[in-house]
């Protein structure tokens, strides 16, 4: 095979030249140059970046996806493990489904789409105040979706939305103990098959316990209920860490429509996401500092 340029190589890797290059910072591919110093991927980057894309296709994030290449097996392991469960909770729809046949009973339309999409789920409403009552969409949820924006943003009020207007969905104040994973599993039992949206994830909880939160979160299986949270922590929401079932909504400053960003430098939105995100270290300092932007006004 002879070398091929960023278009070329993404294209038959099903990925975007963006990923390629983001790839090559976090040091996972290095493309050779041409005299010309153009990027071009031999046969074995090609290689390379085949695992790359497998791994990620997994739910692995880039971090992970450094770590199994290097060699750690406990990583890849615990990857595999969630794919199979997903696999087999959709080898158990499939028998389900062919149960209701052979006893002569059609399957509802529901059962016919969770076998072929783990998420069919979407939402729509008129955003509430500070917002000017402007209709907000929201398709194909993904597992975890994180919230971000600056103070005052209209975030909070968002995520009570999101929890007023979602079937099945439970909005999870601050006034709770700390969500370490042991807490977040007990909530999880006692809300089984809801849908949690949680007001700031890392709220009284370390660096470590913030850390080993989102990666347990990272491991539940991709057809899991889904499960927004408030955040501007960069353990929480580490941009670079942020995997295939993850989304990013973003609250504008200036009341602007909520918008998807998308986890890339360049992408519209990422650098006003990563202005609102700080260390725990600083979070800490800054918790419960709440802003104030005036009454709501009377209807």
């Known amino acids: 095979m002879t070398a091929l340029n960023p278009s070329d190589a993404a294209r038959r890797l099903g990925v975007s030249a963006k990923a390629l290059r983001l790839y090559e910072q976090r040091g996972l591919v290095t493309p050779m140059r041409t005299a010309a110093g153009w990027r071009v991927y031999g046969p074995g980057e090609m290689s390379r970046l085949r695992e790359i894309v497998a791994l990620r296709a997994l739910g692995l994030s880039l971090g992970e996806v450094a770590r199994v290449l290097d060699g750690d097996a406990a990583v890849l392991d615990a990857a595999l493990a969630a794919h199979q469960s997903t696999l087999e909770g959709g080898l ?137 949270f408030l955040t501007r922590s960069t353990a929480i929401l580490d941009l670079e860490a942020v995997g295939p079932h993850e989304a990013i909504l973003f609250c504008p400053a200036n009341h602007s429509v909520p918008t998807l960003v998308a986890p890339y430098p360049g992408a519209p939105g990422y650098e006003a996401v990563a202005s609102c995100l700080a260390s725990p270290e600083v979070r800490a300092r800054t918790e419960g500092v709440i802003a104030w932007r005036g009454a709501k006004p009377s209807a």
């Open 92 to 228: 158990d729809r499939v028998r389900r489904v062919r149960a209701e046949l052979a006893a002569g009973r059609a399957p509802v339309v529901r059962d016919l789409a969770l076998l072929t999409k783990a998420h069919a789920i979407s939402v729509a409403f008129d955003l509430p105040w500070p917002w000017g009552g402007e209709p907000f969409e929201l398709v194909d949820i993904r597992p975890l979706t994180h919230i971000v924006g600056p103070l005052g943003s209209g975030k909070t009020r968002l995520a009570m939305r999101l929890a007023e207007t979602l079937p099945d969905a439970v909005f999870i104040g601050l006034d709770r103990p700390p969500l370490d994973a042991g807490h977040l599993q007990a909530m999880f039992a006692a809300h089984s098959g809801k849908i949690l949206v949680i007001d700031l994830l890392e709220q009284g909880l370390d660096q470590a316990a913030q850390e080993t939160v989102i990666a347990w979160l990272r491991r539940r299986a991709p057809d899991a209920k889904p499960i927004f």
